[in-house]
Every structure is written in structure tokens, then in C-alpha cells.
């Protein structure tokens, strides 16, 4: 299994200097990627560009991008850019986003968002295995007068979305190369999520999916947990109000985003790490980790980095 971290949060930006020192020492502490999330702020793609290209070896990816205020034209310029730049090593993250965000920041209507997905990859998928699109949507139109494909951007990027609820994730396993679920715990991927998006990618003659679960995690020792709890559950309540966070909670099995965080010694957080493998995650990439200062960032990571080399 192959391991990760997020670098940075939507409510923490880093200068890129410091995000590239902690790509450094991620890398060097043995995790397979580093993940950036798009906000209002940096341009996701572009930093994993920069990062990518300062530390090589490392995988970097965005998680996720809305697709509501973006075009596949230019997605498809960000991240072929980014491919070239890291050589080969970009993956892409995409997304439906939240109604909120989307009616007050771009001043969109947050209308049948699973079709404008469904729409988006069908645009996008060409335009990343050959440079050249012509399609003509319901919500969208992408051509290509001349090619869009950008030099050194190979293999093609693979393509990943945050779905988690049945529609989104039957057209991401008819048409993605993963998901990238969110504050699912084993029980919502085992029973939920990895069936409905495997059988999607299975009908579709599509290879197996990605599963790459995205996990709010921190080592801490046991007189710190309860502290270490209290924070991540202020810093999740707001996915609590999101109706499809909501919903991947209680599938979970629990009352909270913060129960689903993964806090204990290097043992436990150990433990709960082949629980989201034997779920069916492929991949997991740890959020939060600086929950608990930095040096329970630090120890997070060298043990993520350690169960990575162990396989």
C-alpha cells in the first residue's frame, strides 16, 4: 500500500518555500505523495507542479478541484502543465463541491452537479489521453481548433474524483481512474462505497478503480488523545453541515466527522491503517497531521513512511 499526506489545509496556507521543506521531509520520512487541496487561494496544480519538480521522486496531486467555475479546456491546460513539470507524476483530483461555495463564491447555480461531472470527464478525458476534445453538452461545450496537448505531459494524467454518494460514484467508475473519498471509514467504503465503484468501472470495461481514502489522522501519545479529539472535532464540524458528509458519516457508523479521525500511539494509528486496506483503499493519504503540533506531524509521517516501505 502505497501511503500520503496532505500538505497545508484550506485554512492554513503556507508560503511555497515551506510547502516545499515539508515535501522535502515528507519525501525523506518515506511517504509516497503529497496532496494539495483548492481553495480561494493557491492554485492547486500549479503548486504541485513547483513541488513535484523541487523534490523529485514524490507524487503529488490535487484533492479536489470543483468542477462548478471550471472548464475542462483548462483543467486539462493546469494539468498537463503540471505532468510536464513533474515527469509524470501529477494526479488529479476532482470534484462536485458544495452548493454553498458555488452559489456564493461563483455565483453559480448548484444545479444537477452529478451531470455537469459526468459531462466534465467526458471532456476531459480525451483532451488528456490525446489533446483533442469536440464535445457538445447539456451543460458544457469543449473543442479543440488546434491541439491542446502539451509536450511531456506522459503517461496521461489519471483522473480522480471525490465521490462518495451512488450517482457520483457510478460516473466515476465509468469514466475517472478513482475516487478520492473523504471522512468514509472502512465500514462506508467496505459496504458502500468500493462495491458501487468497482461494479461502475467492471460494466464500463474499466479497470479496477483507485480507492485513495483521505484520512484526518495524527499520532499522539494517550495522555494527548483527548486534547488532539477536541481539536480535530473543531476543526471538522463544518463537513457535519454538508449534506453528503453527512451522509458518509452515519455509513461510517458514526455520530461525528472528529469520530472518524484516526488518533493514538504508532500502534493504533497502525492498526486503523490496515483496516482502510482490508476495506479496500489502495492508497491512503493522511489530513490533519498537524493536529497535534509538529511533533506529532513528524512522527505521523516517519511511521506512515515506514508502514509504506513495509508494503
Known sequence: MTLGATLGSTSRQLPIDDTVRLAREAHDAGLH???FGQSFAYDSPALAAIVGREVPGLQVGTAAIPVFGRHPLLVSSQAQTAQAATGGRYHLGLALGTRHLTETGFGLPYRRPVGLLREFL??????LETGEADFHGEFLTATTPYSAAVPGAQPPVPVLVAAMGPQALRVSGELADGILPFLAGPRALA???VPAVTAAAAAAGRPAPRIVALVPGVVAARSEVDAVRRSAAEALALYERIPSYERVIGLS????????????DEEA???EVRRYREAGATEVVFTATELNGEDGRRRTWNLLGQLSRQG
Not at 122 to 127: E, I, K, N
Not at 253 to 264: K, P, S, Y
Request: no cysteine.
Open 33 to 35: 505523495s503529497a496532496w
Open 253 to 264: 457508523g458514526a455520530d461525528r466527522a472528529a469520530d472518524l479521525a484516526v488518533i493514538g
Open 122 to 127: 467526458t471532456a476531459l478525458r480525451p483532451l
Open 191 to 193: 459496504e458502500h462505497i
Open 269 to 271: 494509528v497502525a492498526a
